[in-house]
């Protein structure tokens, strides 16, 4: 192991390969801000230039771009609350709701720091996984992933909606939509109306960019609003050094310890189950964040935990995520799946064999994640306060800007003009969602999950049937499940037979409302407290 | 016609904004370029300076990827083309795709591979709404001797195919999807010899499909000889689905050897020939309907060409590929031999 490690290392360290390291770095993070171009398209893209190349800067390069795309897929989540690659869908709820707040700095600091943290969290983890990568990637049968799916959409919810039954039903709008297409079980299409552009249901990207970013597009245009964050750029002036604001990030997320990497962790657990933890890793943390939290009334407005948790996966998910990729030649997400294209084109085989043949090229992917995370973050930390002025831009004069972008992505994620139009419905359904109450995330996690959902209750009720109940971890999902959402409920019951219980509990609670909702855990100096009680309007 | 305008030049605009940056960056940093114009490779004189596109009708990771990646750089070196593009286009178990290469303009610019077994049995039962003639395409030749195999669990009770056909209770048959060719193949060989089935396919491809065996799900599984290979530990290959015996897996019996063991005769046997007949079409290369003469016949060389190629080889070898070059002309003849005998079928691709 030790061996491996070392040839790994010295492999990254070969001048040429760190050249590339770099360069993927920083197209990945330059180009993964264009919405629709995160994800596979890029890598895509980058697959012609790897002919030829040895095999680790052929890998450096990719995976470093890769990892480049999900730090700045955040960036555009929190300034302009659209995700540059579907992932980041996460980062929009309390990261677009701290640069409304005019903390746009902050919020980037935030994700810069968490990322690279949870990055290196991820590697470590892997160092340690990856001897058992073969077997860890088969324990998960369908009975975990339906749980598992289901788990995600109950918990996810319950955030930011009107009441837990119109979370619920958001969630259930989300998994309908997702039935649209081909249906592998019965070989028909389904609610396509013919159009075979539709054939292959509706595009991911499609979704998620219309379901967040055109939907607020659509609302700062309706109100007028002058910028996105109102106070944001005054804030940026008044605070002097807008360098304080990306280090109260840097120290918000130093101050969640526990909560960084917890979700890092949580991430690359994840990211090895093939198939549905990549896509869905950084909605789960954000529900982990909220139901540990405590103050979950705090998420969707702003709080720093919101953003620290799907961060801190953002980019373990992908450690995780290289372990079925490598072990089975199962990708465990899109990036993975261009990633083992170039594994055809540098002439690898992945398996178990992998592991003794190129065993430096497994290792030094490892670390290119870690190295890239960190490059990545720092760029972003350097850029922060530049791009955090963007949300200071007047509002009707950036709508056309990102929503032409968003066109674009979607364009190019799906090559279908019918999917901008599906992008468009969404973004009119979000909107309205939205002003009633509905949850979006809800809505998201349910289409993301839709077809995980079918095809695993369907496998489940073919293979496994009620043996599935004897599985250990399919249980234990379930009973978070239901503790979700009963716990309320059990507690307010618990309440009822123990009142002394819940008298002695009322002091303590009744603290915290007269303290400001915004930062108390950040442990904010005395004057930045007081700018941004001004910055509030 | 409107949409494909768009197409076109929406992606033109997307990959500018990506392809400037890439390829500012990339440039100068390769040590042996890829995208440079190949000289002495011979080609005709249409395809100086212009891009050739492979289209393959799946994601990228899969065989079809693998193939198309493999290839291009040869296929633009002997035909002198001025760089090769490839364009994922996946959706509908392949045939989104393969329309789309079906109905390209056929200048010869625009090639891609297909399952073509997959596309025989689509043309046999107009089951996805697709109308395409796979007799009218230009094909161009298969890459590939990968036949289609049916797996069991190592360490389950099944350790050859008379255990498997012997069984009192049903199996599970795994597939990709519903009408996908690997889920006809598997229904017709285990109505063919009266196993006791049913068939448990609701995979996204046959990646998902090879995650859930190796995991222990299902009894058996219906793959590409190639699929299994990377996690041969934990499956065991009991029935090749090809005419002949595969050298790779020289032990594994054949479905006609199989049949003639288990006495299997008549419109069965016959229908089982079929079904070798489609399922031995590979990974095949095609051009649209139409390509001129002159294209074609160049496209059909550089394809040779880069076949022979031993740099190619070792390529593909490395790459865990399984060679078996097949011309033009057989694999013309033999789609056209696998859609006669579509009628065989019958009862036999019914799921109780």
């Known amino acids: ?537 | 016609m409107l949409f494909h305008t768009l197409n076109g030049a929406a992606r033109v605009t997307t990959c500018a904004v990506a392809g400037a940056v890439a390829v500012t960056v990339l440039t100068g940093c390769q040590p042996k370029g890829s995208s440079s114009s190949a000289s002495g490779g011979g080609g005709s004189s249409f395809y100086s300076g212009k891009t050739l596109t492979i289209e393959v009708p799946y994601g990228p990771g899969g065989g079809y990827d693998q193939w198309a990646r493999v290839i291009a750089p040869y296929m633009q070196k002997y035909l002198g083309a001025g760089s090769v593009k490839i364009v994922n286009a996946p959706g509908g178990g392949g045939l989104v795709g393969t329309q789309a290469i079906y109905h390209a303009p056929a200048d010869g610019l625009t090639i891609g591979d297909t399952n073509a077994g997959g596309d025989v049995f689509d043309q046999i039962d107009h089951a996805s709404g697709f109308n395409l003639d796979m007799r009218k395409v230009s094909w161009l030749g298969r890459p590939d001797d990968d036949p289609h195999i049916i797996a069991t669990h190592s360490k389950g009770p099944y350790k050859t195919f008379d255990q498997l056909a012997g069984s009192k209770g049903k199996i599970s048959a795994l597939a990709t999807g519903k009408g996908s060719s690997d889920y006809n193949a598997a229904v017709i060989v285990y109505n063919a010899f009266k196993v006791p089935f049913k068939m448990v396919a609701a995979f996204s491809g046959s990646s998902a499909e090879k995650a859930a065996f190796t995991s222990g799900e299902g009894t058996s599984a219906s793959v590409s000889s190639s699929d299994i290979a990377s996690i041969s530990n934990s499956a065991n290959t009991v029935l090749v689905v090809s005419s002949s015996p595969f050298s790779k897996l020289p032990k594994v019996p054949t479905v006609i050897q199989e049949a003639q063991k288990h006495g299997i005769s008549g419109n069965t046997l016959q229908a089982l020939h079929a079904l070798t007949d489609v399922m031995d079409l590979g990974h095949a290369f095609f051009a649209p309907p139409g390509v001129p003469s002159a294209r074609l016949t160049a496209l059909r060389t550089a394809f040779k060409k880069s076949m022979d190629d031993p740099a190619f080889q070792k390529a593909a070898k490395k790459a865990g590929l399984y060679q078996g070059y097949e011309s033009s002309s057989d694999l013309s003849a033999a789609v056209s031999k696998a859609l006669s005998q579509g009628a065989l079928f019958g009862d036999l691709l019914k799921t109780s």
Do not use: C
Not at chain 1, 25 to 53: D, K, N, R, S, W
Not at chain 1, 224 to 245: D, F, Q, V, Y
């Open chain 1, 1 to 537: 192991m030790i061996h491996g490690l070392l040839s790994g290392l010295s492999g990254l360290l070969d001048p040429y390969t760190l050249l590339l390291l770099l360069l993927g770095t920083l197209v990945g993070t330059l180009v993964g801000a264009i919405p629709g171009l995160g994800g596979a398209v890029l890598l895509t893209l980058l697959l012609p230039f790897i002919y030829g190349m040895p095999i680790v800067p052929a890998l450096a390069l990719l995976l470093a771009a890769h990892t480049g795309i999900y730090f700045s897929g955040s960036v555009t989540a929190i300034l302009f609350n659209t995700p540059g690659a579907p992932e980041s869908a996460a980062t929009t709820f309390d990261g677009y709701a701290m640069t409304r707040r005019g903390q746009p700095a902050r919020a980037l600091g935030i994700s810069a720091t968490a990322t690279t943290i949870g990055g290196w969290v991820g590697v470590l983890l892997l160092a340690v996984l990856i001897p058992f990568m073969s077997k860890l990637a088969t324990l998960f049968h369908a009975s975990e992933y339906l749980a598992l799916a289901v788990l995600a959409i109950v918990l996810i919810g319950q955030m930011r909606a009107g009441s837990v039954t119109k979370g619920l039903l958001s969630g259930a709008l989300g998994l309908m939509a997702s039935f649209v297409g081909f249906d592998p079980i019965t070989g028909v299409q389904r609610f396509t109306g013919g159009q075979q552009s539709l054939y292959d249901g509706i595009n991911i990207t499609a979704a998620a960019l219309g379901l967040f970013a055109l939907s607020e597009m659509i609302r700062i245009y309706g109100t007028g609003r002058r910028s996105l964050s109102e106070s944001g750029g005054g804030a940026i002036r008044k605070g002097g050094t807008p360098g304080n604001r990306v280090v109260l990030g840097v120290r918000d997320v130093l101050d969640h310890p526990w909560l960084t990497i917890r979700s890092a962790i949580l991430g690359t657990a994840l990211g090895i189950v093939p198939g549905i933890g990549g896509i869905a890793a950084n909605f789960i943390s954000y529900g982990q964040a909220m139901k540990t939290s405590k103050h979950p009334e705090r998420f969707g407005q702003g709080t720093p935990e919101g953003i620290i948790a799907p961060e801190s996966s953002s980019i373990s998910k992908e450690a995780g995520a290289l372990l079925p990729t490598v072990a089975l030649g199962v990708p465990g997400g899109v990036g993975m799946a261009v990633l083992l294209s170039g594994f055809t084109i540098l002439g690898i085989v992945p398996g178990p064999a992998m592991l003794e043949d190129h065993v430096d090229a497994v290792w030094a992917m490892a670390l290119v994640i870690g190295v890239g995370s960190l490059l990545a973050s720092l760029t972003g930390l350097g850029l922060a306060p530049f791009l955090a002025r963007l949300a200071k831009v007047p509002g009707r004069t950036l709508v056309p800007f990102v929503v032409a972008l968003g066109f674009l992505g979607v364009f190019a994620a799906s090559d279908e003009a019918a999917q901008v139009a599906v992008m468009v419905a969404f973004g009119v359904a979000g909107y309205l969602m939205t002003r009633f109450g509905y949850s979006l995330p809800a809505a998201m996690i349910g289409f993301i999950l839709g077809k995980v959902v079918e095809n695993n209750l369907y496998l489940v009720s073919q293979l496994q049937g009620w043996g599935s109940l004897h599985r250990p971890i399919t249980d234990i999902l379930l009973a978070i499940t239901l503790l979700s959402l009963f716990g309320p409920l059990l507690r307010r019951g618990l309440r009822l037979v123990s009142p002394r219980r819940a008298g002695r509990a009322a002091p303590a609670g009744s603290a915290p409302p007269v303290v400001d909702v915004d930062d108390d855990e950040a442990g904010a100096e005395p004057a930045s407290r007081t700018s941004k009680a001004g910055d509030k309007r």
